[in-house]
C-alpha cells in the first residue's frame, strides 16, 4: 500500500504562485509515476502533469509554462509548483501513484484546496 498526503494549498490572487507538496509513505518503491490531477467545482477531474522515470515530465496544455513538477526522492515527496495563478485554476488539487506506468492510477491522496480570487 501506499499513501499520499498533499499540502500546501490556500488562497491565492490571480498572478500569484502557490507550492503543493505530496508525500508519498508506504510502499514507495512500487511507484513508477507520480501524477497530479484537479477537480473544479461542477467539473469531472482532469489531469495536470505527471512526473515518472528518472526524470521525465508532460504537462496538460493550458498549465504548460505555468506549473512545474519536481521530486525530493529523498523525502519521497512531489511537488507542484504554480505561477502566474488564474481563477480558472481554482479546484481541489490530487496527487494519484501510478504502480505500473499502464496511466491507471492506483492510490490517490485526498486532495488539498487551491482558490485563487481575481
Known amino acids: 500500500q501506499v499513501q499520499l498526503v498533499e499540502s500546501g494549498g490556500g488562497l491565492v490572487q490571480a498572478g500569484g504562485s502557490l507550492r503543493l507538496s505530496c508525500a508519498a509513505s508506504?510502499?514507495?518503491?512500487?511507484?513508477?509515476?507520480m501524477g497530479w490531477f484537479r477537480q473544479a467545482p461542477g467539473k469531472e477531474r482532469e489531469f495536470v502533469g505527471v512526473?515518472?522515470?528518472?526524470?521525465?515530465?508532460y504537462y496538460l496544455d493550458s498549465v504548460k509554462g505555468r506549473f512545474t513538477i519536481s521530486r525530493d526522492n529523498a523525502k519521497n515527496t512531489v511537488y507542484l509548483e504554480m505561477n502566474s495563478l488564474k481563477p480558472e485554476d481554482t479546484a481541489v488539487y490530487y496527487c494519484?501513484?501510478?504502480?505500473?506506468?499502464?496511466?491507471?492510477?492506483?492510490?490517490w491522496g485526498k486532495g488539498t484546496l487551491v482558490i485563487v480570487s481575481s
Open positions: 508506504g510502499r514507495t518503491f512500487s511507484i513508477y509515476a
Open positions: 512526473t515518472w522515470g528518472s526524470d521525465s515530465r
Open positions: 494519484a501513484a501510478d504502480k505500473s506506468g499502464s496511466g491507471s492510477y492506483d492510490y
